[in-house]
Structures are given as C-alpha cells and as structure tokens.
C-alpha cells in the first residue's frame, strides 16, 4: 500500500502550478552587480546626462534682454546662448575648436563633450572668458589667450564707504575706521574684548579646533549711503555653550582633533547674543540698543533708508509667535514699531516685504490663514487695503511695477481642478484689481527671473511632463520665445515610468493629501513589490517632487530600480497648503508619519503590485527623526528602516527650528515625542547612520538614541561615517547609497546583497 504523504504530481498539479506562481510573483532573483549598474543609471550625475535640454537656468546678461544656459545635449555638455528680442537660442561657441584650442595650450586631451568648466562671462564684443587651472582664459575670433588670476583675493577684513573715503575694520575686538585720504586712523569703540566683539558675526559652519583654538574672523558692516554713519553688531559670547565633536578621520593625526561651535538648543540661555549698534563718524558717538539683542540663530538685518535718516528691519521674538517691523531713527535713536503680528503658534521667518517710493509697503503674512500680500501705509502702520485674498499661498513677490501700481508674483492652489502645489504667475494691482494668470499651462511653473527685467524663463513641468522652457514677457505672460523641450528618448529606451501622481484621505478623515510613487523600469504587474517610504516631513516644506527635474533627480527611482515601490507624500503639517494645515505639526512633530501609513494603505488596495506587509522607510536629517520615530510608533507597520543624520530627540537640536516649529518653551511634548524616549517600542530593523562631524545635527542625538536601544535590550544596526558632517548618501550615491540600499534589500527583500561592491559613479 503505497505511503499517504508521498507528493503525487498527478494529484498535486493545482499545488505546485499555484507554488511556483506564488513563487515567480515575489521572488526578485538573486542580486548581482547590474542590479546595482540600473540604481547607478538614476544616480544625479549620471541622469543628468542622460536627458537632453532637461531645463534652463539662465545667467543674465547686461542688456537684460539675453543669457546663457549650461546643459547637456547629445554631443555633451554645451553652452547656449539666447538673444530673446531675435528670438535664437544657439551654442554659444564652438566646443570642438574651443576644446581643441586648449588642449594645445594646456598639453592636456581635452574633451570638447565635457569642457572642464561650468561657468562663463560674454563680453560684449562676443568674447568667450572663463577660469581654468588657476588661470583666466579669453576665446576670441578662434584665438585662446590666458594670464595669470591675481593671487590678491578680495581682502574681507575691511569694508570700504560707499563714497570711498573711508575704511572700517576690526582691531582688537573694536571697530576703526581709518581716512583714505589722510591715512588717519579713528577708533569708533572701546569696550570691545575676545567674547564680546564688534563688527562681527557667527558663521553657521564655524568651528573652533582644539580647547582653546581661535574663532573665524568675520565683518559685518552696514554703511549709511551717506558714508556718515555704521550699523553693525556686537557679537556676545561669554556665556555662549559650545558644541563639540571628534574627529578620528584625520590622516595625519594619531589623536581625535577636537571641534567645537557655537550652536544653541531649544530652551537654551547660554547661547551667543547680537546686539545692534551704531556709530556717527563725526561725533564718534556709540549707540547700543539693548532692547533688540536676539540671539545668533534668530539675528535682525537692518537696512537703511535711501536718505540715511532711518534703519528698519524685522524684529522676530524668540519662539517666533510674534514680529515687529521697527523703524530707527538714525538721529534721535528712537524705535518706532511700524507694524506687529503675532500668532499662537508661529509666524513666518521671512515674511514678503517691500518698501515702496510713496510711502507705503507691500506685506506678505499668514494672518488670514494664507499666505496674502497687504498694501500697507509705512507712517501709520495702518492697512491701506488688501492686494490678494482668497483660499490659496502667496509664494513670493517678483516684481512690483510701482509706477503703474502693479505687483508680479507666484502662488499655488488658487487654480480649481489643479494640483494645490503648483506653482503659476499672476499679476495685480495694488487695490486689488485686475488679478491675472499669466502662466495658464497646468503644470509646475520654475521660474527664473532678476529684478528690472521685461521677460522671465518659465520650466513648466509635472514629475510626468518632461520640461519646457520659454521665455515670456513679464506685463503679459505671452510667450516670447521657446528655448528648449527636455528630451527623454534615453530614458524611454530604458524603460523608465514617469512617477505616478495619487492622493489619499488624511488622518482628519476630510483632507486630500498629494503623493508620487516610483516603478522600477522592468516593472512587472504580477510580481508583488515590497514599499519604501522615502519621507522628510519638516514642517518648513514639502517634499514630493512637483517637476519633471525634482522627480527624475532624487533618491526615490534608483531605490526603485533595486525592486521596490517607492513612495512619497506630503501630509498635514507640512507646508504649502496654508496655516491651518501646517499648524496640524505644531508641538507634534512625531506624528508626522502617520498619515504616510494612512496613504500607503489606501494605495496598496488599489495597486494589488504593492506588498503592505513588507514596507520600509528612509530619510535624513529631520526625515532621519522620521523613519526611526516611524519605527517606534507604528512598529508593527513599518519592517524595516534607515534613519541617517536624524535629530532624534529635538532637545538636542539647533534652536530655532525645533523652536519655531515644536514649541518654546519646551514642554513635556518634546520628552513625549522623543525617539530616545520611546526607544523601547522598536520591533523591526532598524539602521542609525551619522557623520562623524556633522555640526548641522550633532552626532550625539544618535549616539543618544543607540544608547537607548541598547538599554531597552533592542537588536539594531549603526553606521558612524567618521570623516563626513551632514552631506552624505545625497542623490550622487556614495559609500552609505549602498549601505543604504543593502539594508532594504536584506531586510525588506529577503535578498542577499553583494558585498564590497563600489558605486560607478
């Protein structure tokens, strides 16, 4: 009697035809070196080759009425040069001869598809000139001649008067000036000693080596036009607390290099203060206001009246819930508060503002609940009336026409039955009247345009809609000229799907919410695909590509292209779609992923491709906070994730972001949202990645996060880059590109990655 649990293939044929087709719909194969060759393809520096004419980003010229434009054409590199009122764009040189030229004059081969330069100057008598090899180069009527640079570098320890008369500089903490005429040299200040300077400021990327190594030396000086007078600041570091970091990378050195900075955390008194100051030449009279001291990471730049009477700037409070548009009288010293908003949350840090000739000034604030430009009386501080208004953002302002009382800006969402992200040109009239489109195609407007001009460059595009590049005429939005078309035939040949546009419904049940998902190029309906989340949901932008650039050149399609789905959306909190949905992140920066689940979800039940039940997550930086605050608060959505230069405890932070955006002062909501706090609720795996001298988010956060795992007894993974700051695993790939990408594909695959295999760049 034959046994019972043999296999029969004659009664088993259904099983095994249903096994192998389950197994041929997720299995992905074995990882080998193309694998890797078709994510390299989508690298930024490769891709960029790749497509022709991908946009123009002009380099005006003199006349206002042409530029130049760099990009890469069939025969490589090439420089273009458009006349708008001929309406010709052309090379603007001959590259083979040029190419040829400097080959024989440096001995050196030449590649005239890749001229070892990226920026040049035309002179008017059409002369090419550009800098090469230390040396500064001139192409004319097929001749190339080159003289030495000047090895004198632009002297930035001094600051010469706007009538040329007089020379202001730092002696010994103190501020001079000295007489170019007479050579008499005048000391304007005497209190001035190491930590409490004049003149001067805190770059953000200083650093001080050693324990008791020397600051950078800066110079901050604002001339009056008049050259009577001197605003600047004293720079305040005596009960600043430093930053500090070790770098073990050093070649040359046997012992960790220490580093330090200067660089607030939320809540923080010990933090480097400016306060203005001013000084009247002839009197010599010193003026402190104490009053308008802030701290570094906030500052107030003021800027003088065309008459030299008056300073003015904006005055932003720590915690940014108010702002106060101040005038100073430069003779009776006096503060006038010309205008004050505030608001419980936060106000903007950059408000639109534009002082006009008549007396008045053009606002841009978020008091109506969007973005909205007020026209202002300046003496009053009094609303004259209302420019826009309406449900929509005002993005900023590009041009004001006041002699026919005309304001030219960008904005999105005010077109119905449009993306809400889009950007388009309008123009108004200052009361309000005579709101126009002048950019009417449905797509993303970038444009390109410097202050005095008649025309503008327009690249309208969606992650879909290859670029188009026009020039149009500011009054009227017509287009005057087309540069160019992107052409895709390279990528088209390789199989590339564009991005896939979707919405999803919010976590407040009512809200539309705006995403990308990305295919790799042998996509296969029938397989199903594990998902990555690639998120960045910093309350100060929005993250999903709108243009074909921003979707082509990103970290999201050579993710793909290993065999993945990658995913990203923007959702409440982030910026672009008004206060009230940006507000949704206030003292709630932690939630910012679970609208991404809420999406993932409702996109995989209509694209049955999408494996739910294997998805991952990645970011940097803030998005760093959240993939590993992911990992910790949907543990049992999210498998597998890469957190890199994550601030994972926002205590630990630069101020005024965290200030700005999660509350000040800080509250328990910080200890509340904190991955350090919260560590104990990891299931999945999970990869912590740092520079080791990255003074943009210290390394110490992970460090402290790590610690957390540890003690919470968690199995995790941590990647320490000891040479790199901030910049790493960006869109040109880079040794943690590939940690990163191996991660995914042991993890959230299933796969074996190939080991010791370098990135082709």
Excluded: C
């Excluded at 809200?511 to 989340?533: A, H, Q, W």
């Excluded at 700051?725 to 790939?733: E, L, P, S, V």
Aim: aromatic share 14%; no cysteine.
């Amino acid at each position: 009697m034959p046994n019972s649990h043999l296999f029969n293939p004659l009664k088993n044929t259904s099983l095994l035809i249903f096994i192998l087709t389950l197994f041929g719909q997720n299995s992905f194969g074995q990882i080998t070196e193309n694998t890797y060759h078709d994510a390299e393809y989508f690298l930024s520096n490769n891709i960029q080759r790749e497509v022709y004419h991908l946009d123009v980003i002009p380099n005006w010229m003199e006349d206002n009425k042409s530029f130049w434009h760099q990009t890469y054409t069939k025969d490589g590199k090439r420089f273009f040069l458009t006349v708008i009122e001929k309406g010709e764009t052309n090379e603007a040189f001959d590259h083979e001869a040029l190419a040829g030229l400097l080959s024989e004059k440096s001995g050196e081969k030449i590649d005239h598809e890749n001229l070892p330069f990226n920026h040049i100057k035309i002179e008017g008598d059409g002369s090419i000139v550009f800098d090469w090899e230390n040396k500064s180069w001139t192409y004319s009527n097929g001749n190339l001649e080159s003289k030495r640079k000047s090895p004198y570098a632009r002297d930035r320890s001094v600051s010469i008067s706007p009538d040329g008369n007089w020379k202001a500089f730092v002696k010994n903490f103190n501020l001079f000036v000295e007489n170019l005429e007479t050579g008499e040299e005048m000391q304007l200040s005497y209190d001035g000693e190491k930590d409490y300077e004049y003149a001067s400021f805190w770059g953000w990327s200083d650093m001080i080596l050693g324990e008791n190594g020397e600051r950078p030396e800066h110079l901050s000086i604002n001339w009056s036009p008049d050259s009577k007078q001197i605003q600047t600041q004293i720079v305040d570091l005596r009960l600043a607390g430093k930053m500090l970091l070790l770098d073990n990378s050093q070649d040359d050195k046997f012992r960790p290099q220490l580093m330090g900075y200067y660089r607030g955390s939320p809540g923080d008194t010990t933090v480097v203060m400016y306060t203005p100051v001013l000084f009247e030449l002839e009197s010599k009279k010193e003026t402190k206001f104490p009053g308008l001291s802030l701290p570094h990471f906030i500052g107030m730049n003021l800027s003088w009246d065309t008459e030299s009477e008056n300073l003015y700037g904006t005055y932003l409070q720590r915690g940014f819930k108010s702002f106060d548009l101040i005038e100073i009288n430069a003779s009776t010293k006096e503060i006038r508060k010309v205008y004050s908003e505030s608001s419980p949350t936060h106000v903007n840090n950059n408000n639109i503002f534009r002082r006009l000739k008549n007396g008045q000034f053009i606002l841009g604030t978020e008091k109506s609940g969007w973005n909205q430009l007020y026209l202002m009386d300046w003496k009053k501080g009094t609303l004259v009336n209302r420019i826009t208004s309406g449900d929509y953002v005002v993005k900023n302002i590009l041009s004001v026409d006041e002699e026919n009382s005309i304001v030219y800006f960008e904005a999105s969402g005010k077109e119905s039955d449009v993306n809400p992200y889009y950007s388009f040109v309008y123009k108004v009239k200052f009361d309000g009247s005579g709101l126009e489109l002048l950019t009417p195609e449905n797509a993303f407007h970038s444009i390109s345009y410097s202050s005095g001009k008649d025309y503008f460059v327009d690249n309208y595009s969606t992650v879909n809609q290859p670029t188009v590049s026009v020039v149009r005429e500011l009054k009227t939005g017509k287009i005057k000229h087309e540069i160019s078309k992107a052409d895709i035939s390279n990528l088209l040949k390789k199989g590339y799907q564009s991005p896939k546009q979707f919405t999803a419904m919010a976590k407040d049940g009512k809200t539309i919410l705006y995403g990308i998902y990305y295919l790799p190029t042998d996509f296969n309906s029938e397989k199903k695909y594990p998902i990555i989340d690639y998120t960045y949901s910093g309350p100060h932008i929005d993250i999903t590509p709108k243009t074909f650039r921003a979707a082509l050149v990103g970290l999201q399609q050579p993710m793909a292209e290993l065999g993945f789905v990658v995913v990203t959306v923007d959702g409440l909190g982030t910026s672009g779609r008004g206060k009230a949905f940006n507000d949704v992140s206030y003292r709630n920066l932690g939630d910012g992923t679970t609208d991404h689940v809420l999406a993932i979800k409702e996109l995989a039940a209509k694209n049955k491709f999408m494996n739910v039940d294997k998805v991952g997550i990645f970011g940097h930086s803030a998005g760093g906070y959240d993939a590993g605050r992911a990992m910790l608060l949907h543990p049992d959505f999210y498998k597998v994730g890469v957190a890199s230069a994550g601030d994972h405890d926002h205590r630990m932070e630069k101020a005024w972001w965290p200030e700005m955006y999660m509350g000040y002062p800080v509250g328990d909501f910080y200890h509340e949202q904190s991955n350090v706090t919260n560590a104990s609720n990891l299931k999945g795996h999970l990869l912590l990645a740092h520079g080791g001298i990255d003074e943009n988010v210290n390394p110490s956060a992970t460090f402290k996060f790590a610690e957390a795992l540890i003690n919470a007894g968690k199995d995790f993974d941590l990647f320490i880059w000891p040479s790199r700051n901030h910049n790493f695993g960006r869109t040109d790939g880079d040794y943690f590109t590939k940690k990163r990408w191996d991660y995914f594909i042991e993890h959230l695959m299933g796969e074996k990655p190939l080991r010791h295999y370098q990135i082709q760049k």
